[in-house]
């Protein structure tokens, strides 16, 4: 495979996937990874894909046993700069998950621009730091997603919570929310995006019920809405 450069690839099987990143040489040309239907896996620490170092999308599909994606290291993670491991990844789509309850280690990914997360039955919140341990609390302090460009929230019957603090998203263009009714709070604030023209999509019964920061939080975001 001399002249190979860009390789995209689907796995079923956790087995199968640790097999194949055993192959150091093929990690390079990894650009795009599926996960559909993993049938043998209910916890997958998502360190293992970190030494992807080219890996741009990264999608979880129809994993009705995956109940954790975890974040461990066998040593002391003591550089934040160092943890923040998934650097090329823009794009990350999670559908039909419906035992994962949180993604926390998206936090992992410093330049995400999309991220869809969509019909996961018992997703409670995207961000949470009820976990334990040494890396929930070096995140904290992080500012998390400084090119999320596109968020996709869909079929999400239990979501509450997406982030516990209001973020600056110099670079948000779109947030749609569909079939989300327990979501009543964004991560906003009247600086989130200042000088960007932002939608925000939802059904006109959601959008009425949401809570704010403040009111004037409320009056920048207001002409932003659209209604499906």
Not at 209 to 228: G, K, S
Request: net charge neutral; proline share 4%.
């Amino acid at each position: 495979m001399e002249n190979l450069t860009i390789l995209g690839i689907n796995f079923r099987s956790s087995y199968s996937l640790q097999r194949f990143l055993s192959y150091h040489k093929l990690q390079s040309y990894i650009r795009h990874l599926r996960l559909e239907s993993l049938e043998d896996s209910r916890s997958m620490n998502v360190l293992r894909l970190a030494n992807i170092e080219n890996l741009e999308s990264l999608g979880f599909r129809s994993c009705e046993y995956l109940e954790e994606l975890k974040i461990t290291s066998a040593g002391n993670i003591r550089n934040v700069r160092e943890f923040r491991s998934f650097r090329s990844l823009y794009y990350v789509v999670i559908s039909d998950c419906n035992k994962l309850r949180n993604l926390s280690w998206l936090l992992l990914a410093p330049n995400l621009q999309t991220i869809d997360i969509l019909r996961c039955a018992e997703m409670e919140e995207i961000f949470s730091f009820r976990q334990s341990g040494e890396v929930p609390e070096m995140m904290r302090s992080l500012n998390p997603f400084p090119r999320l460009g596109i968020l996709v929230l869909e079929a999400l019957p239990t979501l509450q919570s997406i982030y516990w603090n209001a973020l600056p998203l110099s670079h948000l263009k779109e947030i749609k929310v569909n079939n989300c009714p327990q979501l009543k709070k964004l991560p906003l604030d009247s600086n989130s995006a200042k000088g960007r023209k932002v939608v925000i999509r939802g059904d006109e019964s959601w959008w009425n019920e949401l809570q704010w920061e403040d009111q004037a939080t409320e009056n920048v975001f207001i002409p932003c809405f659209r209604c499906f």
